[in-house]
Nanobody, 125 residues
Framework: QVQLVESGGGLVQAGGSLRLSCVASGGGLFSTYTMAWFRQAPGKEREFVTAITQSGNYVDTKESMKGRFTMSRDNAKDTVYLQMNSLIPEDTAVYYC?????????????????WGQGTQVTVSS
């Protein structure tokens, strides 16, 4: 079982940027995991943000976030990143890192058995 620890959240003004990190440990070879970011705002369901293949050569991003959010990974560091630019108040949420042992990307959170504890992102207007 892989353990995931997110970091990099915080309070930022609208228009600002944040870079989230998620470090994996245990669970075998990191490069065998497809990784994803989800977010959950108060009172709302968990929402897909972006996912990346095992090698990092393909990224699937929710359309409303394309051009602002970029996911990447460094398999040598067992880490994935989420670069978030041009943040808006609607991006306020807890952001979660998730992992699944599959070559197929997925947008459904139920397809991911491994989750981090989340990191809070708050965007002020």
């Amino acid at each position: 079982q892989v353990q995931l620890v997110e970091s990099g959240g915080g309070l930022v003004q609208a228009g600002g940027s944040l870079r989230l990190s998620c470090v994996a440990s245990g669970g075998g070879l990191f490069s065998t995991y497809t990784m994803a970011w989800f977010r959950q705002a108060p009172g709302k369901e968990r929402e897909f943000v972006t996912a990346i293949t095992q090698s990092g050569n393909y990224v699937d991003t929710k359309e409303s976030m394309k051009g602002r959010f970029t996911m990447s990974r460094d398999n040598a560091k067992d880490t994935v990143y989420l670069q978030m630019n041009s943040l808006i108040p609607e991006d306020t949420a807890v952001y979660y890192c998730a992992a699944r042992r599959s070559i197929v990307l997925a947008r459904n959170p139920s397809m991911y058995p491994e989750w981090g504890q989340g990191t809070q992102v708050t965007v002020s207007s």
